[in-house]
């Protein structure tokens, strides 16, 4: 809402300068968003909440002026001087509710032309197109009082059945019919349907109606945009004058299915004070006599009520305790009486406040308090801190999360957060197929935003896939997000890990630079970590297929690591790289965690380790051997782990080389080589026999 | 008699000594000396073969050169130890890089988060998170925003396609029916909806903060983006004020901005609350005279808040006259960009490794 400094002024005294007003207006919630100096003037540009219809003029913003400078506001008298009711008009209103007040004036004899400079430059300061002074008049009045109006070319007003204009006039306030058309001042054909209020206008019925005959047609959208064959043009003699009370409810929804909003359809949406309605239309007559010579020769209303009164109960007390601060009951009697409301003292410590009926915002004891605060301002409240018992509450889920995060930067990962809603065909693309049902989103806005992912993964493919084209060698990253699906009527959101690696690490070693190509090797040792410190002792690794190896904690498949084919990587823009992933349901590993940690007594008796470099074939899986050993160990043989391996020139081909540790201690005794000894060579000879084994 | 004369070799330690210039020689001294096969030792061995009187007197001498040798490898010791070690120190080219893992680095988004959740938690506020898929109910109409109104265009929402005979039998997270009286399946367009939740389950008093991902069809460019983050707050209880909500909001503002901040709270309209208000600072770019970062009005929006609406207590069947409360809510976004000075909302989930290396 733009307004200026000296259309204010018309309105209201103001002695200070446009930049303290602007400051005044702002902490008082109009908030001034930009304030210009142009052509003598300055431009404020107010933001109005959708709770203050009351704002969007002119004269609202002056009231609110005079009550936070401490002046009156100057009275506006409009002195109709033609103050003829006629027979020559008949409002029909189809539905009140669609419509409670429509007011018209038939003005003859307009001169129709260009606006003086003083109006016309006044319309642009606020950013509205000079037109004709009939035009500027009515917006001009739109922007002065708040209530719009439309200027109908009255001659145009053609009945179809007679052709030309038939006195008495019709006016019609009706729901539009399906399939009808009107083509909108901007030029625009519109399909209207039931949705739609549209003005028409007809013959009246009692004169020449036939059946089954269309005996009206649309001549403005209601409350959004008049038609084009009725505007007013320069030829105009005779003019209809609507001012009139549009459901606000109504209006939204036309101007949201026409797709079309205007000053009009802005203000009736956010209601229309009824008071205004009579005042800007009178005020707007008055202006089309002394500025293009128009008479208003006749005027008609429907809906016209007195307005209820509204009365509200204001606890004194009960201010100073919601707000924190004492104000006095005449300070807030002073504030009240200055933005117009009435008070009067109903009961003990109890004021009867009386509201204006323009202030449509407020309907409860609480809407007052808010006034008192705004006027008295909020800088003037102190800072207290509630006395709130303590708590100790905590999130476990949040703290699990924020558990796992820092282990995973902690090895390395960087946290990404993507978008929640895929395109549909990144499914596809990252050959990601899925028992549960995506979501739809009902309204995206681009392909891009079509559902909601049931998995973390394609959208962690793009993200390697960005990195990647922004030439980064090396991309580890994870996200702990939701994901969703829909399943047996339900909605699912859960708590997902997804990891991916990608390129090859640099590690600068004293031995110097070693190139760590990311494998599926490395997410297994990132999450081996995971468990251990999330207190999860039986878990496995499953083959799934090729390119799957699923991931289990106790019986419960949790998640599984993924390594794209090449079609699924070149859909994603991945070329010659491998991406090692890995995605787990945090809601379904949860149950496997174990925080609680017991310490395991340090050992007391020295442990004998022996180390076993044994070369192989590759197929031997090195789950077996291990398995093979802690068999043949004995309860000796407390710790087994594979702690070097080799594969190349200096073995045969088609063998691996294993070196692993194995640890004898006992609880009771120091052990002895001898006793140990012959516990290794039976493990040795157990692998050279099972495994075809040789020991390097 | 001993093949060895124990005075040559008095007379040779000093020499030895004064030559031996490492570690290494000193150890191979002390060995040839004091070792289990060395020189006192074997001297100590003749002892035995001597006759009777004349071992007291040369069994006083071996002790004698045992215990001088022993000072002199110990005062070496001292002398070597040094000078070694300076000698290491200045043979290392410092300028060579570092050898040690690097850390992951947390998105900054969680980060101030976190750090904002911690503040509120220092405070005896507890964080709860909710679905991000919620109910025309939890995200409208219990809040007090009407669906058919003015005040709801801010909040353009992303609507879930469901078949309408399926909604009535759909299941939230937490198996709050999605049925006529709560409305359509939509993402949240704000964390809000949680107040609902809470204030539904939980009696006050109440001191909750939330933070979560919320969700608006806005077209994307550098200061908006179709998904973003919000932290909401809300604290009920018997006689919370207005003033209440302004200390608490000052000393997270401070916290997280610094002590030297200027604050100022704006009347505004959010339906869910009233009174309501826009919480401003001055501007940490140019300390409030005036810049492009705050559109050179010297203050920078961050926070929206007010004393709850009686109609969101009344919605979640609290008595309005037994409870009071405030709520606020920030955008996380708009905190991480002020704060680390990013101009570009879709910086943050583009996760190019060069941005989030720096946080």
């Known amino acids: ?696 | 008699m001993p093949n060895i004369d124990i005075d040559a070799v008095k007379a040779q330690i000093d020499a030895e000594i004064e030559k031996i210039n490492s570690a290494p020689a000193l150890e191979d001294f002390r060995i040839k000396y004091l070792g289990r096969k060395g020189i006192v030792a074997q001297l100590t061995a003749s002892i035995p073969n001597l006759i009777p009187h004349e071992r007291q007197a040369f069994g006083q001498k071996v002790n004698t050169l045992k215990n001088r040798i022993a000072s002199l490898v110990e005062e070496k010791q001292k002398t070597l130890v040094e000078p070694e070690r300076q000698a290491g120190a200045g043979g290392v080219d410092m300028g060579m890089p570092g050898i040690a893992q690097d850390l992951g680095r947390l998105h900054p988004l969680t980060q101030v988060i976190d750090e904002i959740c911690a503040i509120f938690m220092r405070m005896g506020f507890s964080i709860v998170e909710g679905p991000e898929i919620e109910t025309e109910h939890n995200n409208f109409t219990g809040l007090n925003i009407p669906l058919e109104h003015p005040s709801r265009d801010v909040f353009d929402t992303f609507y879930l396609k469901l078949a309408s005979e399926r909604v009535s039998q759909l299941t939230g997270s937490t198996g709050k029916l999605a049925n006529r009286q709560t409305g359509k399946l939509l993402l949240r367009s704000h964390t809000s909806p949680v107040q609902i939740r809470v204030m539904q389950s939980r009696k006050p008093p109440l001191a909750v903060v939330v933070p979560g991902r919320v969700y608006r069809p806005d077209a994307v460019d550098a200061s908006h983006s179709f998904m973003f983050h919000q932290i909401e707050g809300f604290m009920v209880d018997k006689n919370i004020a207005f003033s209440d909500l302004k200390g608490v909001l000052t000393i997270l503002a401070k916290a997280v901005f610094g002590k030297e901040i200027k604050m100022r709270f704006r009347p505004h309209f959010f339906p869910f609350t009233e009174p309501s208000a826009e919480v401003d600072i001055s501007c940490i770019i140019c300390k409030g005279k005036g810049c492009s970062v705050c559109g050179r009005k010297g203050w920078l929006e961050i926070l929206g808040s007010g004393m709850i609406h009686p109609n969101v207590f009344k919605n979640v069947g609290y008595g309005p006259k037994k409870y009071t409360g405030f709520a606020f809510g920030m955008g996380v976004e708009r905190i991480a960009m002020l704060k680390y000075g990013i101009n570009d909302i879709r910086l943050f989930f583009e996760n190019d490794m060069r941005f989030l290396k720096q946080f």
Not at chain 1, 54 to 76: N, P, W
Not at chain 1, 347 to 361: G, L, M, Q, Y
Request: charged share 25%.
């Open chain 1, 1 to 696: 809402m733009k307004v200026t400094y000296n259309w204010l002024k018309d309105f209201v005294e103001i002695k200070i300068a446009p930049a303290a007003l602007a400051e005044k207006l702002t902490m008082a919630g109009l908030e001034v968003t930009a304030l210009e100096e142009r052509g003598g003037d300055f431009i404020f540009e107010i933001e109005v909440t959708a709770n203050r219809p009351d704002y969007l003029s002119v004269i609202g913003i002056a009231r609110e002026v005079a009550a936070i400078t401490g002046r009156k506001l100057k009275i506006v008298t409009t002195s109709p001087r033609h103050h003829v009711t006629s027979k020559a008009l008949i409002i029909e209103i189809e539905d009140k509710k669609d419509c409670p007040l429509y007011t018209a004036k038939i003005i003859n004899g307009v001169k129709v032309g260009p606006s003086p400079e003083w109006l016309s430059k006044r319309l642009e300061l606020v950013g509205c197109r000079s037109v004709n002074n009939i035009v500027d008049i009515t917006n001009y009045i739109l922007f002065t009082y708040g209530e719009p109006l439309h200027a109908f070319d009255l001659d145009k007003l053609v009945s179809p059945l007679a052709g030309y204009p038939v006195i008495p006039l019709e006016i019609i306030v009706r729901r539009a019919r399906q399939g009808e058309k009107i083509i909108t001042i901007d030029g625009i054909e519109r399909l209207l349907d039931e949705n739609i209020l549209v003005i028409a206008s007809g013959l009246n019925r009692r004169t020449g109606e036939q059946a089954n005959r269309r005996t009206d047609m649309p001549i403005a959208l209601a409350g959004i945009m008049g038609g084009q064959d009725t505007e007013v043009s320069a030829v105009t003699k005779n003019i209809l004058l609507e001012a009139a009370i549009f459901n606000p409810v109504t209006i939204r929804r036309g101007r949201q299915k026409l797709g079309l909003q205007s000053e009009s359809s802005y203000r009736f949406e956010r209601g229309i004070d009824a008071a205004s309605v009579t005042s800007a239309s009178a005020a707007a007559a008055e202006m089309m006599q002394e500025l293009a010579g128009g008479i208003c020769v006749a005027q008609e209303a429907s809906g016209l009520q007195k307005p209820v009164k509204k009365s509200l109960r204001l606890d004194i007390s009960g201010v100073s305790q919601t707000l924190g601060v004492n104000i006095p009951a005449a300070k807030i009697k002073s504030i009240l009486n200055s933005l117009d409301f009435k008070v009067k003292a109903a009961a003990k410590n109890t004021f009867s406040v009386e509201v204006p009926a323009r202030r449509s915002d407020v309907n409860l004891e609480i809407d007052l308090v808010e006034e008192i605060a705004r006027i008295y301002a909020y800088g003037s409240i102190p800072e207290t801190l509630p006395a709130a018992p303590l708590q100790a509450a905590r999130n476990g889920e949040r703290e699990l999360v924020a558990f796992i995060k820092e282990a995973l930067v902690g090895l390395g990962l960087n946290e990404v957060i993507t978008y929640s809603l895929i395109a549909e065909s990144w499914l596809n693309d990252a050959a990601f197929a899925s028992a549960a049902e995506p979501i739809a989103i009902l309204n995206p806005l681009s392909k891009e935003q079509e559902i909601l992912r049931p998995a973390l993964l394609p959208s962690l493919l793009r993200c390697v896939a960005y990195n990647l084209n922004q030439k980064q060698n090396y991309i580890n990253i994870f996200e702990i997000a939701k994901i969703f699906s829909r399943a047996n009527g339900q909605v699912n959101e859960e708590l997902t890990l997804g990891i991916a690696l990608c390129g090859a690490k640099p590690l600068l070693l004293r031995g110097g630079l070693v190139r760590e190509e990311a494998s599926f090797l490395h997410l297994k040792g990132i999450l081996e970590i995971l468990f251990e410190r999330l207190g999860t002792r039986d878990y496995q690794f499953k083959a799934d297929g090729a390119a799957q190896i699923g991931v289990f904690a106790g019986q419960q498949r949790v998640g599984s690591l993924r390594q794209p084919q090449k079609p699924a990587l070149e859909k994603f823009e991945i070329k010659n790289k491998d991406v090692f992933l890995l995605e787990i349901s945090l809601e379904k590993f949860f149950s496997a965690v174990n925080l609680q940690k017991r310490l395991v007594p340090l050992a007391v008796y020295p442990a004998i380790s022996r180390d076993i470099s044994l070369v192989l074939q590759e197929g031997i899986p090195a789950e077996d051997v291990l398995g093979a050993i802690k068999a043949q160990g004995g309860p000796l043989l407390r710790e087994v782990k594979i702690i070097d391996y080799y594969k190349g020139k200096q073995i045969p081909s088609g063998h691996k080389s294993l070196t692993v540790s194995c640890v004898y201690r006992s609880d009771e005794r120091t052990l002895t080589e001898t006793e140990v000894n012959p516990l290794q060579a039976a493990v040795v000879d157990a692998l050279t026999q099972k495994f075809n084994a040789q020991i390097r």
